[in-house]
């Protein structure tokens, strides 16, 4: 089938490390700053990434040098990158926003996404480009499908298997497609179940999930310059447990619609339009009795997220210059509602949530001769927020959502239509210095609004509060980055550092009221600064050696404490071999203990780190051999010394009374087999 690609656009100037096998498909990471224009532009050449079968975006994305996650249970990995994560990093499912229906993020949009049924994964790390929405501070994350390419027969598939045992999870797996040139049509379906696992101590993690996901794409071309796309998906999660929440999802779905026309001119500086429209439509919900054992009180949150969207961009080269222009709009409404088992509502949550977003931007890309590129761009954003049901009112003692904000200090008028105008841009400017060394320097500005529930959530029981911020300014994130980047005979290598100074950081606070928790939403002053290294060398014409350190530091200015669930230092090593048809690699992951923390319910302080968390070191290993008929065979054991440990930006397991976060898996073999035709 289509072979799988990841792109990593990160700090790095030209490109660095990349090699290694996803599944059993060749997964090419190309870790690129999308200069092409440098001439002897740096090769990628290799680095590790987890090659075991990944239950969603989120896992892959986890195993990438520099990207962390938190875990919640089996599946839901909410990536961070570069200490931040939520709506700080864009991430579009082929060209659509999904928003989670989730208030305690139990579906992020990665969730949401099969690795297996895109084409192309690509990472940008840092604010890079204006084009793919408002904010993305941390970073942008594209989920991507190509139009299929046909041989003679004119249609091409895959058929998949894979079996971890730990968990006894398996996947079976289909996409095939049919078509010419002209015209296609391609249908994917992936089928997963999993029991909890076990981690290293051999205590079983609730963790358990099924899932069900099925798309059916087509293509026409209506000219020899004009194309049309259309897609539409449903992703499909039950009995989903978690371990690290007071509740489990009984059902999550997901209903994605999309439509792309894509213009070439022949004449004329513009060279190319793309229109995209989506929309998705996510129904969630959540409770505390069907899937575990009850508790006095029997409570579940239905909610929905429904989002829609538009993207026109515009390609153009004019005075030397390759543009890109171009506007967009997104629009989400969130609902949830806290309810007794007999569905009688005690709070609304989100109360009619809606953010809508519109927004210009333009940036452009000059060679300056054969060793100078240049590139910036500029963007700007206008938002309106309002919270539709902030007056209606449930529960005992009877209160709206607007009486629940100003119980936390909120004005009366909180929750009706609020405007935003955001500007953000970014420079940067890449030199290449000789033959082996490259140096590139970004300066950036992004600014991300509050979403949904940092601005309008509303729980109030006896047990605790959770309370949203409809005042809290939009974080404003000034950036610069710094790259270098070497190609020597022997080894190639990339070294990052980078700042980022953020303006009314929105921090998520844990305080105490009366005999009861609260969490608060508040603006503060806050830094975020890290460093990243990545080296390749080359034994021999089989053998690579790989290595990347990623280190992070984030920091509330305004209380002089750290910022919580920051990733701790990270070393990871792998050595791979590849001759003919057989792969094989073993990787050595060693991340330090992680003291730098803000405890929840400490004064003055974000509060959403769960302990000091231990350092560990874990050994994975992979072996793939590519028959000629197609049939392909990979198998591997992850966590091969069965290590206990947990990650530390995860969140704390409610269900064992222990104050640790959610474990993660013990030693699990598994294998895969894959046919293609």
Not at 37 to 57: C, F, H, K, Y
Not at 451 to 470: F, H, K, Q, S, V
Not at 650 to 676: H, K, M, N
Request: aromatic residues 8%.
């Amino acid at each position: 089938m289509i072979k799988t690609t990841l792109s990593l656009a990160v700090a790095a100037a030209i490109s660095a490390p990349a090699f290694a096998g996803h599944d059993d498909k060749p997964l090419v990471i190309e870790i690129t700053s999308g200069l092409p224009q440098v001439e002897n532009t740096l090769q990628s050449e290799t680095a590790a990434v987890q090659a075991s079968p990944t239950t969603d975006g989120g896992e892959l994305l986890q195993s990438l040098s520099g990207v962390s996650g938190i875990r919640m249970g089996g599946r839901s990995i909410d990536p961070v990158i570069r200490g931040q994560s939520q709506t700080q990093l864009n991430i579009l499912l082929d060209g659509a926003y999904v928003h989670g229906g989730c208030p305690n993020r139990m579906d992020p949009p990665t969730s949401y996404s099969n690795v297996d049924s895109y084409d192309s994964v690509t990472v940008i790390k840092g604010n890079r480009t204006v084009v793919y929405g408002g904010g993305g501070s941390g970073g942008t994350v594209l989920f991507e499908r190509d139009w299929p390419q046909f041989d003679d027969k004119g249609y091409s598939g895959e058929l998949s298997a894979s079996y971890q045992g730990n968990s006894d999870r398996y996947e079976l797996g289909a996409d095939v497609a049919a078509g010419s040139d002209q015209g296609y049509i391609r249908i994917i379906g992936h089928k997963t179940e999993a029991d909890n696992y076990q981690d290293g101590d051999g205590n079983e993690v609730r963790s358990s999930f099924e899932s069900l996901s099925k798309s059916l794409l087509v293509g026409y071309r209506l000219t020899d310059l004009t194309t049309i796309e259309a897609s539409y998906e449903k992703q499909e999660e039950d009995d989903v447990l978690f371990a690290g929440a007071g509740m489990d999802s009984p059902y999550a779905d997901a209903d994605t619609s999309r439509l792309k026309l894509t213009h070439e001119f022949e004449q004329g500086a513009l060279q190319q339009m793309q229109l995209e429209l989506y929309k998705s439509d996510v129904k969630h919900n959540m409770d505390n009795y069907s899937l575990r054992p009850s508790g006095m009180m029997k409570m579940q949150a239905p909610s929905t997220s429904d989002t829609e969207g538009l993207r026109l961009i515009f390609d153009a080269r004019a005075a030397d210059i390759d543009w890109t222009f171009g506007a967009d709009i997104q629009n989400n409404e969130r609902n949830a509602e806290l309810q007794n088992a007999a569905g009688v509502v005690q709070r609304i949550m989100w109360p009619g949530a809606e953010i809508k977003q519109t927004g210009v931007f333009a940036e452009g890309e000059k060679a300056l001769g054969a060793d100078d590129i240049v590139k910036g761009g500029l963007r700007y954003d206008l938002i309106k927020a309002e919270a539709t049901r902030r007056d209606e009112t449930a529960g005992m003692p009877v209160l709206s959502s607007a009486d629940i904000w100003q119980l936390a200090g909120a004005p009366a008028d909180a929750g009706e239509q609020r405007t935003e105008h955001n500007v953000g841009g970014f420079a940067s400017w890449t030199h290449r210095l000789n033959d082996q060394y490259t140096v590139e320097s970004t300066l950036s500005r992004s600014v991300r609004t509050a979403d949904a529930t940092e601005r309008y959530m509303a729980r109030y029981t006896m047990t605790g509060d959770w309370i949203g911020n409809p005042e809290l300014a939009p974080e404003k994130h000034h950036q610069l980055e710094v790259s270098l980047q070497g190609n020597l005979d022997s080894v190639s290598w990339s070294a990052t550092g980078w700042y980022n100074r953020v303006n009314d950081y929105i921090l998520r606070e844990t305080v105490t009221a009366g005999m009861k928790n609260r969490d608060l939403y508040r603006n503060v002053e806050a830094e975020l600064y890290g460093a990243e290294l990545e080296a390749a060398y080359p034994l021999n014409a089989n053998w690579q050696l790989g290595s990347s350190l990623a280190w992070t530091v984030g920091n509330n200015l305004d209380d002089d404490t750290p910022l919580s669930r920051i990733a701790p230092l990270e070393l990871n090593s792998a050595l791979d071999y590849q001759k003919d048809r057989l792969q094989m690699g073993v990787e050595w992951q060693l991340v330090a203990s992680q003291k730098d923390i803000c405890l929840s319910g400490a004064a003055n302080c974000g509060g959403q780190d769960v302990r000091k968390t231990p350092g560990y070191g874990i050994v994975n290993m992979h072996a793939q051999y590519e028959f000629e008929s197609g049939l392909s065979l990979i198998a591997g054991v992850d966590n091969l010394m069965d290590k206990a440990y947990t990650v530390h930006e995860s969140r704390g397991d409610v269900t064992t009374g222990t104050s640790y976060q959610v474990t993660e898996p013990g030693r699990s073999a598994w294998i895969r087999v894959t046919q293609s035709f």
